[in-house]
């Protein structure tokens, strides 16, 4: 079984930043892949970025390129989303989820743990 815990959402004004982490629990960390996505009230949930088991592949989408980044700490069993020049559309519950496969995957039903989500709010 693996547990994740999200930290580091909160507060921020547009044009700042933000680093989100996810702890995960199990020996077999190393090999999944890990994905952010994040859901606004009223809306589905979506990809934000992603990374294979390797950290060689990795996906973000249109709306946050060039602005977030996803890293892994392998010895800490942390995957961080360093968020810069947020915007007010932005503001939604991130979530961070595990792939037991290893492959990076844009689809929320491909990710077979999740964590319980951190709150983004970006005011303008």
């Known amino acids: 079984q693996v547990q994740l815990v999200e930290s580091g959402g909160g507060l921020v004004q547009a044009g700042g930043s933000l680093r989100l982490s996810c702890a995960a629990s199990?020996?077999?960390?190393?090999?999944?892949?890990m994905g952010w996505f994040r859901q606004a009230p009223g809306k589905e949930r979506e990809i934000v970025a992603a990374?294979?088991?390797?950290?060689?592949?990795?996906y973000y989408a249109d709306f946050v390129k060039g602005r977030f980044t996803i890293s892994r700490d392998r010895v800490k069993n942390t995957v961080f989303l360093q968020m810069n020049s947020l915007k007010p559309e932005d503001t939604a519950v991130y979530y961070c989820?595990?792939?037991?496969?290893?492959?990076?995957?844009?689809?929320?039903?491909?990710?077979?743990?999740w964590g319980q989500g951190t709150q983004v709010t970006v005011s303008s």
């Open positions: 989820a595990a792939r037991t496969t290893g492959r990076a995957s844009v689809r929320t039903y491909d990710y077979d743990y």
């Open positions: 990374m294979d088991w390797s950290g060689s592949s990795t």
């Open positions: 199990g020996r077999t960390f190393s090999t999944y892949a």
